[in-house]
């Protein structure tokens, strides 16, 4: 699997592919958005970013050439934090209304680190998704919860009537698989 | 079979972290199962990774979709918009609709038609069908009832007025004579009632444009044999001394088996070519692709005007390219006349080279060196012999108009404008104006320039001696009305295209003769107080001289200024003493290291004895075009320099190479750059730098696609480059960083450890963003660099790492970028932190350069205005603007004109109106001008157009250009907020109540998907909305009722307030803005 499914970028390079833009869409606009708001972004320029971002990739993507997810990566954070860095500036513009100013936005620094965490969160949900079908169903359950610190492992496998065994297992199966997928991505 | 040794704890929290291999998790598995030791060290274990803070946290932005709704409905709408993004239609302001309009405005002037296969009649002609439609006419094939006979009947648009009626009927009447295979026979020319027409030969085939849209190329021979008849064409036309002005493709047609060639439309280009309406847009027929360049800049045209046409025609052939290409009418226009193209042979080897060569004599830019006669033409390609040079008369010898030298000359015209030279060449094409140019020998008097009793202008010689002004009846004056100087004529008429020549002659001997008697005391006092100023100020000068020689550069430029700034005297120094000031100004700044400032300096002196110094100057700041210029001056005063010829061909060498090195986003700009730096070595070392515009060229793409190495991609474009420019090209080296400034690297040495895209892990580390490179490194960089996105780079990076420390250093900078035009850059520096430093700083360069820099330094003193000055200085300085207001606005006109740049003048006003609202009153436009602004604004995707708008919009609230283009606004169709939706909301509660937005705002309104954006709506609609919304408001508050029960106040709100003003609005005015 792939971050960005390959296939997926490049079905949008077929300017009209509605459904795959609608999917593009889904996955990275809640991404952008929610990292927009935490850099202290308010609702309405977050989606005014994740907007302005959209627009730049839809005239920009049937034209670039898609190689590895990394290119890909690389470029939307570009982009976005081009936009960002945008958006704050015309924020601190002491134009009509100047309590569109006031509000407290994160360094830079610490924006951009955030982007990367929530980026490889992103992923990681991304292959979660894909991976959660080589599990059993009450396994699956189990390991959500145990990698969230829900409950113990013991707790676990009182209450989904599996093993503890199950669990650990399940985990260091889950991770490793991650690690596979995700390796030059993550560490 | 459980293993005999339990596995070491740090196994098991590798296993735990999924970084065994899957034998040993096998292993482990059917162990660990087993064994309840291995159990409690796992419990004890505290595994901490990657994945598990990953995972922990996922939660949490899970929590942070409470929202989830909100953000669902925000999907929904992005998702609209990319869909209306995809499916704009690329073309909306296209043709067809204006074809339609322009056959309606013909057919509906028809006499009625007798039976179904008729469209109406003319005259004795039978409209049958639609042929095609141009700027000029539509052309229908009729049928002449007396005859029997099919014809094409050319009917002139009536709205083009009487005058080119006239003119129509008179070139085709005169095209009428010709008669030739290859040019289409004309009939019969008459009017009747509104409509002039012409009756031609009707032909079956199609258009040469037809064509080449089809096959974009023709072969060799193809072209020989069309271009031969086209030339037959032409030559039997010019015998009868007519010239047809509008060759081009369009205008060839090609007979069914592709063997014929017929000329259509001769003259008719003319005909039309005066009247406003058609050149509204700039050109003729919309296209100037194929102009030479004496028709292009208005020049007398002869045949040979239509035998360059032919050459760009064969070009175009040839090469399936265009030989001056550009994205707009200006830069083709532009291109047309300062580049030489690639000869056809060099982009396509099969093309013969006599053909290629007689392309390139056509292409001739001087037209005395052209081709004397289309039968030279038609020999040359029967015989396959290029054709002989023609030689050059006397007459009319401009050597600035040799080939080449339009690059220079165009750079003239620019300096010239800030008091460089005294002749200015300035070409303009805007066909509604023309120009007033002053000759007079004394720079210190000033032109107005008065039209209805209004002053319009001043024109100060000094600076520029040519203005470009609107059409129409103007009065001159000299400004200073005691002056003992004349001025005549006193009245003039300025038309299109046209100069007229204003002389001012000073009564040099009644001034200077001692015995005229003074009228007054005080022309002596002035006359005493010039001398002895000039003395104060030689004495000046000799001890800033003594300064600067004794090391002190910085006392003797404060010296100077000082002494300056403290009296009227720069008003009075004579131009030889400002000569001398102006030097040690440069040699001071030079010695302190400004560089910037001491190159104004430099180039205020323009052509002087000090050409050597500043061509070394120039050399040692790497600016290669300007240093040749001097260079070269210097050579040509004195050819047997030897010294000076080699510095001269060092530094064109130089220059030839440095721009070629930097093509940007791959092969579609590196020819553009070949086509632009015509004389430069094919062979050169190309540098393409794929990150700086995020690589999306043919060469990013090939790496990225194919996954090879950086060495292997360079190997990779240049064979790409190499075939695709038929040429060979020797090396391709990719730069490494973003954007990537050729000044990085050193020597010109390529770095090469790493491909365009930042490093995964590393690239989030602050110093990582800006390269690791620290203040004084950005700073460095900034001064050298040129490319003003990269100058942005340089300065965003500055703006970050900006502190006590080196704040003063930030200010100069910002100074600095306002002198060199990048005034984005200028603001992303100020609006840190607005220091008052940097306040002083801009006044005092305001003052420094009123003279001759007013118009730049203008600008950055608005944009510090804008920058909330401190409360005394903001009075102070919004008079100083006020006063000055109207002429920065003029300067960036007259710089745009200068530089032939409309799209910059555009651009700086549209950042005025933009960023300074509060100056727009300074800027007294006019109705009509805003109209004009407004009219350049309808574009979908660009923001800083619409906040521009908007702010014109606040400022002028009535203007239906506005209004029109705030109802099609991107804010309106994407919905946008934050920044520029404010706005919005401030220009429509501003423009009123408007019938036309409300119905809009409306229509839209009930498409909303979601509560979310309804928001500014409701406010509009509350400040200005009438009953017919109230009806929409109760629908929508029954959705809201459904799904959002709590988010009624606004829409309740508005509702109230429309229903109050209604009910009262027949006898109390509420004031809309003190409502809210």
Known sequence: MTTTATSLLLRLREPTDKTAWARFVQIYGPLIYRWAKRTGLSSDDSADLVQDVLTVLVCKLPTFEYDRQRSFRAWLKTVTMNKWRESIRKKSLPMADSSAGDVAVLPEQQATDYWDLDYKKHLVQQAMDLVQYDFQPATWQALKKYLAAEATADELAAEFGISVWTIYSAKSRLIKRLRDELADLLD | MAPSTCPKPNELAEFLCGRLTDDRVCELESHLSECDACGDTIRALNVEDTFANLFAEQSDSADADQDQGELASLVRDWEAIIEEQLHEPPDRYAQPKDAQQRAYEVESRLAPAQDETEIGRLANYRILRLLGTGGMGVVYLAEDMQLRRPVALKILRPSLGEAAQQRFLQEARAAAAIEHDHVITIYHVGSEGPLAFLAMQYLHGETLEKRLHRDNQLSADEVIAVASQIAEGLAAAHEKHLIHRDIKPANILISDDGKRATILDFGLAYAVDDNPELTETGMVAGTPAYMSPEQARGQLMDERTDLFSLGTLMYRCLTGQMPFPGKNALAVIRSIQCDTPMSPRQIDLRIPRFLSDTVMDLLEKDIRLRPEKASIIVESLRTGRRPARAVADNRSLDPSAANGNFRHRIWIAALAFFGLFGAAAIYTIQTDRGQIIVKTDDPQIQVEVLKAGELVRIIDPSTDDTVTIQSGEYQV??????????????????????????????????????????????????????????????????????????????????????????????????????????????????????????????????????????????????????????????????????????????????????????????????????NALPNAPIDGIYRVEPGGTLALGVAYGRVNVEGLTLQEAETAVRD???????????????????????????????????????????????????????????????????????????????????????????????????????????????????????????????????????????????????????????????????????????SIETIGQANNDPDWTLEKQLILCQYVPPMLDAFTLTDSEIAKLASELHSKDDARKMDAAVALANHAPKLPALIAVLKESTYFESQRKGFGGKNYVKAVIAIGANADIQAAILERFESLPAWTRAHRFLVILGEVGTAEAIPVLDSYLETLKKHLPDENDLVKLARETIKARESHKDYIDVPSQQRR
């Open chain 2, 720 to 890: 790409h480059l190499s075939e695709y420019l038929q040429a060979p090209v020797v090396q391709v080296t990719f730069a490494a960083n973003r954007r990537q400034s050729p000044l990085d690297a050193k020597d010109g040495s390529p770095e090469t450890e790493t491909f365009a895209t930042p490093n995964d892990s590393s690239d989030t580390s602050h110093e990582s963003l800006y390269d690791g490179k620290t203040f004084d490194e950005w700073h460095a960089l900034l001064k050298r660099e040129k490319h003003p996105e990269r100058q942005n780079d340089c300065l965003v990076a500055l703006r970050s790492l900006t502190n006590e420390s080196n704040r003063g250093q930030a200010t100069e900078t910002v100074l600095q970028m306002a002198k060199r035009e990048n005034f984005n850059a200028a603001i992303s520096l100020v609006s840190k932190d607005r220091p008052e430093s940097v306040v002083d700083a801009m006044m005092q360069q305001f003052e420094r350069v009123k003279a001759n820099e007013v118009g730049r330094s203008g600008l950055a003193v608005i944009f510090a205005y804008w920058t909330n000055l401190p409360p005394d200085l903001s009075n102070e300085w919004t008079q100083l603007l006020s006063k000055h207001g109207r002429y920065f606005w003029d």
């Open chain 2, 477 to 674: 004056r000299l400004k200073d009305s005691a002056s003992q100087a004349t001025i005549s004529p006193q009245k003039l008429t300025i038309r299109r295209n046209d100069a007229q020549v204003v002389t001012v002659e000073q009564e040099i001997e009644a001034a200077s003769a001692d015995d005229v008697v003074s009228d007054g005391i005080d022309d002596d006092l002035q006359k005493n107080g010039a001398s002895e100023s000039e003395a104060e100020l030689n004495r000046i000068l000799h001890e800033a001289i003594a300064l600067r020689e004794a090391g002190k550069p910085a006392e003797a430029i404060k010296l100077l200024s000082h002494q300056l700034a403290s009296s009227e005297m720069g008003e009075e120094i004579g131009p030889e003493v400002g000569r001398k000031l102006k030097l040690e100004y440069a040699r001071a700044y030079r010695m302190l290291g400004e560089y910037d400032i001491a190159e104004l300096y430099y180039q205020g002196l323009g052509n002087g004895p000090e050409a050597l110094e500043i061509a070394r100057f120039y050399e040692e700041r790497q600016q290669f075009e300007r240093s040749f210029d001097q260079y070269n001056r210097v050579f040509l005063a004195d050819p047997t320099n030897e010294e000076v010829r080699k510095a001269r061909d060092r530094v064109r060498k130089l220059a030839e190479t440095e721009e070629p090195q930097r093509i940007f986003g791959g092969i579609e700009i590196s020819l553009s750059v070949l």
